[in-house]
């Protein structure tokens, strides 16, 4: 295709301000996709992604509209998908930012717009669900023209659910966005923006060429690791995928299948080139996906141990930035420590682990990484409570930060601040969108973030506010392990890395759920909780006396046998922790944050 009919776009919302409906429409409109054949959220391929409704994958879509093509990029919406998020934007000359009629701009409808100015996009303002009866078009018109420095009357108003307006959208796409411009003859560089495992068909990549050429049958070179693969088949998606025997010239986006089997050997941000006529300089921008968040996932049932290994080992086929490495925890027995990019993509590892594998998992609470620097100057990465240096050695502690930003209506304030204070946070600033919305800044500790802190949010602001963050380097915090014994034994599972002003909270909270859930012992079991060998709570669990067969007034034999064989299974779920029997569901319940 002539690069100057192409448009590579993307639409940029925040979550549930209704990306896919709209893309779901284009399709339709611009005739993709058949009325028979079209279903909810079309491009939401994974199950569990149209369950929970979010889009954990972009996807790239060619709709032939007014003798053009235009290359329709799906960007992921979550802060856990930032770099993933660039990377698609990378692939684009245009987007489309999507804000709710209803509800206006919210905080990742501005993380994606100055990623998207950053990656110096056409934006295109466009307000959707103006069918909705509580839509305030003209109020937020003004609020999205004063945000991006247009005029009200150039914010287009659509709904993706009817439909309306979204004809003049697409025209507006070819008139408005710039064509891709790159050099024909040069060496292939190609960005790589997505790439997705298939069973059957192995990794597929979507690529957007810049310069030159990639064919068919042709030996491509990834200049990250230098690997070099051949091209089994290129094609486009439209929506289904279709060969292109031509392969893909300058400004075009489509996908390439190479025949290996593991997405981390084709990587988001890389750069493909030819391997006969390469490529002297990368595209800008590429990074490894760098795990944030840090759980240990265990079976419930031990004998589970191979099923997890193997669940994980799948999982990472298709999910680069999922790393992990087997742990051993006297408490839980064997299991792996799993690194995250965020809350959302741990969640989201979980619940694909238990479904889609039928696991039954027990995780320890998230942690986050920690730099130890020691007082003879040698240093550690902590991904892990038990590998906290205990003792008086340690010189300084660092913890990854973030830049979060929260909208909320201008009531909230108060509210707002108050967590974040709570929370170690530092504020950077406050601006009024309009008179009754505002954008706060924070620095806040990550750590702080994974710790419910966004369901603190909402129900302190009645669900209205938003929050985004993006990695904004380390600082130097007081922090200490705090770890819970049970009859003078640390029980590894619930040892944590928390403030020095928190320890305290969290080893009274912590021993008083275990006294809960822990059934009373034939002798008194201690619960303490400790920061290395100074105790800083306690409680006691009473030991039981009366002896269970004493009910049974010796008579009955077969309900004594009765009663016995019950006791034995009970034990089966039980782990033993020095002496003390501790049912599974103890260690279950403990260690969930609700
Ligand atoms: P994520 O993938 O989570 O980012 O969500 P999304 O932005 O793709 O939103 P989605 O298209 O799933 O829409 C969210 C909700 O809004 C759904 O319940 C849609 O039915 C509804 N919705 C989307 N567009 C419109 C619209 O134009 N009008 C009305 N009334 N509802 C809409």
């Keep these: 295709t002539d690069p100057a009919l192409i448009r590579n776009f993307c639409i940029i919302a925040h979550i549930d301000h209704g990306k896919s409906t709209l893309a779901d429409r284009m399709l339709q409109i611009t005739g993709v996709v058949d009325d028979r054949s079209m ?19 972009s996807q790239a879509v060619r709709l032939p509209w007014d003798g053009h093509v235009l290359n329709m990029i799906d960007t992921p919406g979550h802060v856990d998908f930032t770099y993933e998020v660039s990377r698609s934007l990378q692939a684009c000359e245009g987007a489309i930012l999507l804000v709710d009629a209803a509800q206006g701009i919210e905080a990742q409808t501005l993380a994606n717009l100055y990623l998207a100015m950053n990656a ?38 659509v709904s993706g659910k009817t439909g309306v307006g979204v004809r003049e959208l697409l025209d507006h796409v070819v008139q408005t966005v710039p064509p891709p411009v790159g050099v024909a003859d040069a ?63 300058v400004g075009e986006v489509g996908y390439l299948i190479t025949g290996v089997k593991d997405v981390r050997q084709s990587r988001v941000g890389d750069t493909v080139t030819s391997a006969a006529k390469s490529a002297t300089d990368m595209l800008a921008g590429y990074e490894h996906p760098k795990p944030m968040v840090f759980s240990g996932l265990y079976p419930i049932d031990g004998d589970e141990y191979p099923e997890l290994r193997e669940a994980l080992d799948k999982l990472q086929l ?119 919305r505002v954008e706060i800044r924070y620095t806040l500790p990550l750590g702080e973030i994974i710790f419910d802190f966004f369901d603190q949010l909402k129900s302190r602001t009645r669900g209205y506010a938003s929050l985004d963050y993006e990695p904004a380097g380390e600082q130097e915090a007081e922090l200490v392990k705090v770890d819970i014994l049970l009859q003078g034994e640390a029980v590894d599972a619930f040892s944590a890395i928390v403030h020095k002003d928190k320890a305290y909270g969290y080893g009274v909270d912590m021993a008083k759920k275990l006294r809960e859930l822990i059934p009373r012992q034939q002798f008194e079991v201690p619960i303490q909780a400790a920061i290395g060998a100074r105790v800083i709570a306690r409680e006691n669990i009473r030991a039981i006396r009366k002896d269970v067969l004493a009910k049974c007034y010796g008579g009955d034999i077969s309900r004594k046998r009765k009663l016995l064989e019950k006791q034995k299974e009970g034990k089966k779920r039980m782990k033993m922790v020095g002496r003390v029997e501790v049912p599974q569901e103890a260690f279950v319940a403990a260690l969930s944050t609700d």
Excluded: W
Aim: hydrophobic share 40%; with cysteine; charged share 25%.
């Design 39 to 57: 279903r909810a959220q079309y491009l939401d391929r994974m199950d569990i992604e149209r369950e929970r409704g979010i889009t954990i994958k």
């Design 120 to 157: 110096d996009l056409h934006i295109i303002p466009v307000l959707n669900k103006i069918d909705l009866p509580a839509a305030q078009p003209e109020k937020f018109a003004e609020e999205l023209a004063g945000l991006i420095g247009c005029d009200p009357s150039d914010v287009l108003k």
């Design 187 to 249: 060496a292939a560089r190609a960005l790589i923006f997505d790439s997705v495992y298939d069973t059957y068909r192995g990794v597929v990549t979507y690529v957007r060429v810049f310069d030159g050429h990639l064919g068919k049958r042709e030996r491509i070179l990834m200049m990250s690791t230098n690997a070099t693969h051949e091209t089994l088949e290129i094609g486009v998606i439209s929506p289904e995928p279709k060969v292109a025997d031509q392969g893909l010239g």
């Design 318 to 436: 298709n999910d680069a930035a999922l790393v992990y490495e087997p742990e051993t925890s006297a408490a839980l027995g064997f299991g792996f420590r799993v690194g995250f990019l965020g809350l959302l993509h741990m969640e989201i590892v979980r619940e694909r682990l238990e479904r889609e594998f039928g696991l039954s998992l027990i995780s320890t609470a998230p942690n986050v990484v920690y730099r130890v620097v020691m007082e003879d100057g040698k240093e550690l990465t902590v991904t892990n409570p038990s590998e906290f240096p205990t003792g008086g050695k340690i010189a300084q502690v660092f913890e990854p930060v973030t830049k979060s930003t929260i909208l909320a209506p201008s009531e909230f304030i108060g509210a707002i601040m108050e967590i974040c204070q709570g929370r170690r946070g530092q504020l950077l600033g406050m601006d009024y969108l309009s008179e009754d």
